[in-house]
Nanobody, 114 residues
């Protein structure tokens, strides 16, 4: 069993910053990657960024230069989000991939006001 708990969401003005964190617990050994997805109202869930167990990062084109994913320790990853825009408003979900299976947190809401 894998548990993922997100934190750090909230309300911020356009141009501001937020830092999301995801704490993983349970059977997380052998996880291949952890990352972030987001889902805006009425939209499909979309990939934001990920980091492998070896430290290789990948991010969506729309966040390059603004968001950065990092691994704080073996059990926690963070997403630093800068220069936020109203289009970044969404529920952000932590993801862990292990043996081809995806595990999800319950999400944290990020609201960016104009």
């Amino acid at each position: 069993q894998v548990q993922l708990v997100e934190s750090g969401g909230g309300l911020v003005q356009a141009g501001g910053s937020l830092r999301l964190s995801c704490a993983a617990s349970g059977r997380i050994s052998s996880a291949s990657s952890m990352g972030w997805y987001r889902q805006a109202p009425g939209d499909a869930r979309e990939f934001v960024a990920s980091i492998t167990s070896g430290g290789t990062t990948k991010s969506a084109e729309f966040v390059k230069g603004r968001f950065a994913i990092s691994r704080d320790n073996a059990n926690m990853v963070s997403l630093q989000m800068n220069n936020l825009t109203p289009e970044d408003t969404a529920v952000y979900y932590c993801n862990l991939e292990k043996y081809g299976m995806d595990f999800w947190g319950t999400g944290t809401l990020v609201t960016v006001s104009s």
